[in-house]
């Protein structure tokens, strides 16, 4: 069965301290990884995909890199506003979109 | 990216009744989703809402309770019916294009 594991469930972290955020899978054929955030009372919003590993995407202070096991999202000098959950996800399947997520990091940022 | 959008963003309904939550995405997408998410869980797929077809329903969702509708590329429709307090939820919707994109939900309580 596939399965999306993601740790810590939840973070806190003072502004200006940096920290990774894991989300480790057991999902056969694994085409994409992906990374949500999402904010209290809102859908979730795409952040990355990674497609094979090695590879690092980065926007702002996120980059999310992808292993053969894992992947992480390191969040590099965080701001209060960058509190929210942190979603990622497997896409699995041959000609499937389907999403297998998990549990998410809720992440809090303090001043 | 695609914008979308549901109604209504937030129900209480009694048991017994049903509600129908509209999705509409502002662009063609390839695929719609129909997801479930209970509070500190994941994600779960209920459906993949097909255009024009019966949709496809994931292991533990049927279409007797969750009646789905895509008539066209932008727009489809997710019924909950002869609802329990163990539908309390919130469902959001989805629709693919180079990702997967969300709505913002709806949050339902059942009473």
């Known amino acids: 069965e596939d399965q999306v594991t993601q740790s810590p469930e939840a973070l806190r972290l003072q502004e200006g301290e940096s920290s990774s955020l894991n989300c480790s899978y057991t999902v056969s054929g694994l085409r994409g990884l992906f990374w949500y955030r999402q904010d209290p009372g809102k859908g979730p919003e795409f952040l990355f995909t990674l497609y094979s590993a090695g590879e690092e995407k980065e926007k702002e202070r996120l980059k999310a890199t992808l292993t053969k096991k894992e992947s992480f999202l390191h969040i590099t000098a965080p701001k209060p506003e960058d509190s929210a959950t942190y979603l990622c996800?497997?896409?699995?399947?041959?000609?499937?979109?389907?999403?297998?997520f998990g549990k998410g990091t809720k992440l809090s940022v303090i001043p | 990216s695609a914008v979308i959008s549901q109604k209504p963003s937030r129900d209480i309904c009694q048991r017994g009744t049903s509600l129908t939550i509209q999705c509409q995405v502002d662009?063609?997408?390839?695929?719609m989703f129909w997801y479930r998410q209970q509070p500190g869980q994941s994600l779960t797929l209920i459906a993949t809402?097909?255009?024009?077809?019966?949709?496809?329903?994931e292991s533990g969702f049927v279409i007797d309770k969750f009646p789905i509708s895509r008539p066209n590329l932008t727009f489809s429709t997710l019924t909950v019916s002869n609802m329990s307090p163990e539908d309390s939820s919130i469902y959001l919707c989805s629709g693919q294009q180079e990702t997967q994109y969300f709505g913002p939900g709806t949050r339902l309580l059942v009473l």
């Open positions: 662009s063609q997408v390839t695929m």
């Open positions: 809402a097909n255009q024009g077809s019966e949709a496809t329903y």
């Open positions: 996800a497997g896409l699995t399947g041959a000609g499937s979109y389907q999403l297998t």
